[in-house]
Antibody, heavy 119, light 107 residues
Framework: EVQLVESGGGLVKPGGSLRLSCGAS????????MNWVRQAPGKGLEWVAS????????YYADSVKGRFTISRDNSKNSLYLQMSSLRAEDTAVYFC????????????WGKGTTVTVSS | DIQMTQSPSSLSASVGDTVTITCRTS??????LNWYQQEPGKAPQVLIY???SLQTGVPRRFNATGSGAEFTLTISNLQPGDFATYYC??????????FGQGTKLEI
């Protein structure tokens, strides 16, 4: 079964750091571009970051550039999001998603992990 | 960034109805438009990619058309599981994936 499972969410104080992980199974993880997408409480979807299969290209939304770092370990079938200098507005459910590199849509999603930034 | 405008933002309907959601973009994106469904508390799932292609396993009650800057998603014979929030997403400028603000379909 094709599956993505996020972990690492939690409560963190403003200015703090957190590392999210996303474990992949059931498909050739190393062949796919992967995304992080977030959803603030009661709000819509926001793309956060993207990493190509070989980590050759990495991109960030302006809202997180310079504070978040996306990475992957293809030997461990894992995707990561290192978040630092966290702000209240980073509070959200964070989803990892697989990208189908033909029309660049996200065809497999994890269930999400919740990050709450609050003092 | 490409601006995405979905309408309506919410919609009330009944089981068996047919509804249409529209997504307009601030510039032409050819057919690089995808539609997702998100049930409360769950992850989004793709329904339609490339403006009109049905993702595997999605019922044919879901139909989408459009190209350029105007797109529509039509759901016919609404079923209880269809009451969810629907998002359009442009993939014309990867990896910047802009989403519409969502349309909440309610009973």
């Amino acid at each position: 079964e094709v599956q993505l499972v996020e972990s690492g969410g939690g409560l963190v104080k403003p200015g703090g750091s957190l590392r999210l992980s996303c474990g992949a199974s059931g498909f050739s993880f190393s062949s796919y571009t992967m995304n992080w997408v977030r959803q603030a409480p009661g709000k819509g979807l926001e793309w956060v970051a993207s990493i190509r299969s070989s980590s050759s290209y990495i991109y960030y939304a302006d809202s997180v550039k310079g504070r978040f770092t996306i990475s992957r370990d293809n030997s461990k079938n894992s995707l990561y999001l290192q978040m630092s200098s966290l702000r209240a507005e980073d509070t959200a459910v964070y989803f990892c998603a697989r990208v189908w590199d033909v029309f660049y849509y996200m065809d497999v999603w994890g269930k999400g992990t919740t990050v709450t930034v609050s003092s | 960034d490409i601006q995405m405008t979905q309408s309506p933002s919410s919609l009330s309907a009944s089981v068996g109805d047919t509804v249409t959601i529209t997504c307009r973009t601030s510039q032409s994106i050819s057919n690089y438009l995808n539609w997702y469904q998100q049930e409360p508390g769950k992850a989004p799932q793709v329904l339609i990619y490339a403006a009109s292609s049905l993702q595997t396993g999605v019922p044919r009650r879901f139909n989408a058309t459009g190209s350029g800057a105007e797109f529509t998603l039509t759901i016919s014979n609404l079923q209880p599981g269809d009451f969810a929030t629907y998002y359009c997403q442009q993939s014309f400028t990867p990896p910047h994936y802009d989403f519409g603000q969502g349309t909440k379909l309610e009973i």
